[in-house]
């Protein structure tokens, strides 16, 4: 690898010398186990590997400087991780993704990227467009160039990685290179329009529906070229955020806090639906207040699991009768709100998976 440093170089010997592939392989099946309702228990914790910590100083990298600087230092902070997780012992999956935030899709449509204080220590965000002229003319443009605005990055970024896999076999089969952060086609939708999307699904829901329509479009064909480059797993089962999940995608749907029901299932499920049916189902993720729209959401044709951020905000009865008590997964759920439902007496049924 004549391009990479001697640091990198290091460093990657350093990673393959430390994965188990028995642990990796143990680690998997457990987790395949689970999702195939074969948990034996309330809820399932991945299972640990023995702790390795590294020989070598791995660098730290800013996540500033790996969003900024070139890809070795988008590999390296995103392979630290891996590493951290090595010594750690932990028995989350272990997984990569070209790390550039949400704004992926929405510089596709022209809209500036923000990048955040160093103090943050957050990946840069996208700036809405805030302007209704401007939002026609997007919708006027159609779908825009695979490689506009952050594409070009994310993909060749994609295959920096998959030269280290060619390179270290051992990293190939156990470190999953998993899709970048798409969103879904509404919080797409609200961050290249603005929150003025919401008053807009009111007074023009034949424009707004044109418009998401060009997001999911525009989702799915960054998703045709990334599975092209970095096809999912044949054995159906793929990784994600440090989990296992069935299916291909991870949408995310933090903007239906906002929506009514009716509105979800009108405006906005029926997009999420033809990503599913395109492209083999997935998992859909939501921050915030979910409990209003996840009867209509667990409806969803390939649909594989439900992953919430906030159980605190949520009436988690109806989170449970409509996943768990159906079969359907809730992944990464927060381990105070397992505790407190399996000392409520509240079961779990072995579909709820936590750290």
């Known amino acids: 690898?004549?391009?990479?440093?001697?640091?990198?170089?290091?460093?990657?010997?350093?990673?393959?010398?430390?994965?188990?592939?028995?642990?990796?392989?143990?680690?998997?099946?457990?987790?395949?186990?689970?999702?195939?309702?074969?948990?034996?228990?309330?809820?399932?914790v991945p299972l640990a590997r023995t702790p390795r910590p590294p020989k070598v100083d791995w660098p730290d990298v800013h996540i500033n400087d790996a969003n900024d600087g070139d890809y070795e230092l988008m590999l390296l902070s995103q392979l630290k991780m891996v590493s951290?997780?090595?010594?750690?012992?932990?028995?989350?999956?272990l997984n990569v993704r070209c790390n550039y935030g949400s704004g992926i899709l929405?510089?596709?449509?022209?809209?500036?990227?923000?990048?955040?204080?160093?103090?943050?220590?957050?990946?840069p965000t996208a700036?809405?467009?805030?302007?209704?002229?401007?939002?026609?003319?997007v919708l006027d443009a159609g779908v825009p160039d695979t490689r506009a605005g952050l594409g070009a990055k994310v993909m060749d970024c994609a295959e920096e990685f998959l030269s280290v896999f060619e390179k270290y076999p051992i990293l190939a089969e156990h470190v999953a290179l998993y899709h970048p952060d798409w969103q879904g086609p509404i919080d797409i939708?609200?961050?290249?329009?603005?929150?003025?999307?919401?008053?807009?699904?009111?007074?023009?829901?034949?424009?707004?529906?044109?418009?998401?329509?060009?997001?999911?479009?525009?989702?799915?064909?960054?998703?045709?070229?990334?599975?092209?480059?970095?096809?999912?797993?044949?054995?159906?089962?793929?990784?994600?955020?440090?989990?296992?999940?069935?299916?291909?995608?991870?949408l995310r749907a933090d903007s239906l806090m906002n929506l009514s029901p009716a509105t979800y299932v009108d405006l906005i499920r029926p997009f999420d639906q033809e990503l599913f049916d395109e492209f083999g189902g997935g998992i859909v993720h939501y921050c915030g207040r979910g409990d209003h729209f996840i009867p209509a959401m667990c409806e969803m044709k390939g649909l594989t699991a439900i992953t919430l951020s906030q159980p605190h905000l949520n009436d988690m009865e109806a989170i449970y009768r409509n996943t768990v008590d159906k079969g359907i997964p809730l992944l990464g759920l927060d381990r105070k709100e397992v505790n407190r439902a399996v000392a409520a007496g509240?079961?779990?049924?072995?579909?709820?998976?936590?750290?």
């Open 1 to 44: 690898m004549p391009r990479w440093s001697e640091t990198f170089r290091r460093c990657m010997d350093d990673l393959s010398a430390r994965i188990a592939p028995a642990e990796e392989q143990a680690n998997r099946s457990a987790q395949v186990d689970f999702l195939e309702g074969r948990c034996g228990t309330e809820f399932f």
């Open 84 to 93: 951290d997780e090595l010594a750690r012992g932990s028995g989350i999956s």
């Open 106 to 123: 929405p510089t596709q449509f022209g809209c500036e990227l923000f990048t955040m204080p160093r103090e943050t220590t957050t990946l």
């Open 127 to 137: 700036i809405p467009l805030h302007d209704r002229d401007k939002v026609q003319a």
């Open 189 to 250: 939708a609200e961050v290249v329009w603005g929150s003025e999307i919401f008053y807009s699904i009111f007074d023009e829901p034949d424009f707004v529906r044109s418009f998401i329509d060009l997001m999911t479009k525009t989702y799915a064909q960054a998703a045709r070229a990334w599975f092209t480059l970095v096809p999912p797993s044949p054995r159906g089962v793929n990784a994600h955020w440090g989990m296992m999940h069935k299916g291909v995608l991870a």
């Open 346 to 355: 509240r079961p779990l049924r072995g579909w709820v998976h936590t750290w």
